[in-house]
């Protein structure tokens, strides 16, 4: 099994910046496409980003495309995500959530995920 956990989160003004890790404990997350999703109050979660096992260039939503950067620390077992420029809308539970066999064309869908973890809050301010 592989647990994975989020921090980083936390209240920052319009424009501001954050970043967020996944930390991955029971296995190695090199090994595994890890994405990060969100989910807003009264929404569905929706798909940010991804990265995949092999370090291919990291897929986005188009509306975090140009803002958010998702990168890998193999030595720390973690990938982060950076989030700059950061908008109300932006304002969500960020979870991070591992796959080792995902195929391509389901990397923005949840359901097709192994491994979740609990999520961190991120609140922008206008």
């Known amino acids: 099994q592989m647990q994975l956990v989020e921090s980083g989160g936390g209240l920052v003004q319009a424009g501001g910046s954050l970043r967020l890790s996944c930390a991955a404990s029971?296995?190695?997350?090199?090994?595994?496409?890890v994405a990060w999703f969100r989910q807003a109050p009264g929404k569905e979660r929706a798909f940010v980003g991804a990265i995949r096992r092999n370090n291919a260039n990291p897929y986005y939503a188009d509306s975090v495309k140009g803002r958010f950067t998702i990168s890998r620390d193999n030595a720390k077992n973690t990938v982060y995500l950076q989030m700059n420029n950061l908008k109300p809308e932006d304002t969500a539970v960020y979870y991070c959530a591992a796959d080792r066999d995902l195929i391509l064309s389901s990397i923005r869908d949840g359901g097709a995920y192994d491994f979740w973890g609990q999520g961190t809050q991120v609140t922008v301010s206008s």
């Open positions: 029971g296995r190695t997350i090199s090994s595994y496409t």
